[in-house]
């Protein structure tokens, strides 16, 4: 039996019947990302020594007949911006290349309390700000369905390594669709849950208005099953809701109740490819066949997403980004050539006079700064905070900050009108498959427009999943959007469940090279 080819709830139902061990099943996914790693290059952080140890623990604890977790004796992964004690949380940044942060975060301990076993970190681009997981500062992963494609991102570490079976179950984060789109890229389910449901203390923040964690799996069961766990009420986290947790998997598994469903028509036309739009035209026939009623709608603001997303994101991210300054902590850059250049500078300014060096040399302090952020940060990362800072500048705040905040609102209040009549929406979650590597990287509009049909439920705080319906010619996944109201988790998961009842396309597994082959 190939352990790893089954889904969380089916091998939480063997640990639970004590069919098999939790110390097996660790070590069946443990030897699938020895095999396959080297080819797809999920992880920034593997343990797989702590990884066996939690698994005997929760085999210890069992067969001494003691209760344990929802969890229990399944691998999951984290992405590299949520805090471990355990581990490294480096962002994938250079910045925080050394950071191991002093305290967990609360899906963290949820998790461990959970009974869990937490396996290491994904890669992702740094400090989320990206689409593809090529902008990560130490790796790029690739996607497991075609290795020269990117798997998405930013979650692309945590969403690679669910597709190619090296761990049933993933946490992601979504700032504009880092959960969603490289779920859709990489055939697998992903959900953004609704802005509050889960806590995000110990999450990286990157736009803290739009930030959101969530599960990556296999399937909508295991969605919920990992859902469970995570969300909840922190008083850490002030924005978490202070709201109950439904019984998720078990909601989902009733019968669909008589429903509407919008589908998004102008996210099928120009600028989509055909097969993504063929793809998801044959979800509304499963739909349909299921009893539900769908309904073309338009969201007239939408158009305006991208432009309001890349405003307001960046200009959260210059502000919470000026914490990385050299002096608290991660990276500082090397202060005794720092210094031996000022002193070499200020001795030419005073002997030669202000032609002699650029500019009068700065304070140390603010060196160490500069240099420190000059060397720590990538290009996209530099990018996005000079144009925050550009939107947030006295005389261009109202232009900019300003404006996007009121296109926020009203994309928002777009949405709760369109939820009167219908209960959820469908579209696509990207308008390709998979683009290849490098394909995008010089071109950053292009990247950001490729997040067109993502950020609107980020900028509306609302719930969103992203399920397998279909392939492209190249044989490469395509990701069903599903958007509904605040905290409307439980319908949108009922609704994957029963999609994935009807097809398999979820079922699908991309083919990875043999492992004694060498990778590309
Ligand atoms: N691709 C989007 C961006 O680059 C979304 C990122 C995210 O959700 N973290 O900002």
Not at 351 to 356: A, I, M, N, R, V
Request: some cysteine; proline content about 7%; aromatic content about 8%.
């Amino acid at each position: 039996m190939d352990l790893a080819s089954l889904t969380a709830s089916e091998l939480a139902q063997w640990l639970c019947r004590g069919e098999i061990g939790a110390e097996e099943v660790t070590r069946a996914f443990v030897a699938r990302v020895k095999q396959y790693e080297p080819a797809v290059g999920a992880f920034l952080t593997f343990d797989p020594e702590k990884a066996l140890e939690q698994a005997a623990e929760v085999d210890r604890r069992r067969r001494e007949g003691k209760p344990v977790g929802p969890l229990a004796g399944l691998p999951v992964a984290i992405k590299d911006n949520i805090c471990t004690t355990d581990w490294k949380t480096t962002c994938a940044s250079k910045i925080l290349a050394n950071f191991r942060p002093p305290f967990d975060a609360t899906v963290v301990c949820r998790l461990r309390a959970g009974d869990a076993v937490l396996v290491g970190k994904t890669n992702m681009d740094e400090f989320a700000m990206g689409g593809s997981t090529e902008l990560s500062a130490f790796k790029v992963t690739r996607n497991p369905w075609d290795l020269s494609r990117v798997p998405g991102g930013s979650s692309g570490g945590a969403a690679a390594a669910v597709a190619a079976g090296m761990v049933p179950l993933s946490v992601g984060s979504d700032t504009g669709g880092s959960i969603r789109q490289p779920a859709a890229l990489c055939g697998v389910t992903g959900l953004k849950p609704t802005y509050g449901r889960v806590s995000r203390f110990g999450l990286v923040a990157f736009a803290s208005s739009l930030d959101q964690i969530g599960p990556l799996a296999r399937t909508a069961e295991d969605v919920a099953l990992l859902l469970e766990v995570l969300a909840g009420h922190d008083p850490l986290d002030a924005t978490s809701a202070n709201r109950e947790v439904p019984p998720y998997r078990e909601l989902i598994q009733q019968p669909l109740p008589t429903i509407r469903l919008g589908l998004l028509v102008d996210q099928l036309g120009e600028g989509v490819d055909t097969d993504v739009a063929q793809a998801i035209r044959e979800a509304v026939k499963v739909f349909a066949n299921l009893g539900v009623e769908v309904k073309e709608v338009r969201l007239l603001h939408h158009r305006l997403a991208v432009a309001c997303y890349y405003i307001i994101a960046t200009s959260e991210a210059s502000s919470n980004l000026a914490r990385y300054d050299g002096v608290h902590y991660g990276y500082r850059c090397d202060e005794h050539r720092m210094e031996e250049q000022l002193a070499e500078e200020r001795r030419r300014w005073a002997e030669k006079g202000p032609s002699s060096v650029a500019e009068e040399p700065d304070p140390p302090m603010v060196r160490l700064y500069r240099k420190t952020r000059a060397e720590g940060f990538g290009a996209e990362v530099k990018r996005r905070i000079m144009l925050g800072t550009y939107a947030l500048s006295a005389g261009y705040y109202e232009a900019y900050y300003l404006h996007a905040a009121k296109v926020r609102r009203l994309i928002r209040e777009e949405y709760d009108r369109t939820f009167q009549e219908v209960s959820a929406l469908i579209g696509p979650v990207t308008p390709t498959g998979a683009f290849a590597i490098g394909e995008k990287i010089q071109d950053p509009l292009a990247m950001y427009l490729f997040d067109a049909f993502t950020v609107g439920a980020n900028l509306a705080g609302i719930a969103a999943v992203s399920i397998p319906c279909g392939q492209t010619r190249e044989g490469l996944p395509v990701g069903l959007h599903l958007q509904g109201p605040p905290f409307a988790e439980p319908l949108l998961l009922q609704l994957a469940y029963w999609f994935q009842r009807e097809t398999d396309w979820h079922r699908r597994r991309p083919t990875l090279p043999a492992p004694d082959k060498p990778a590309l």
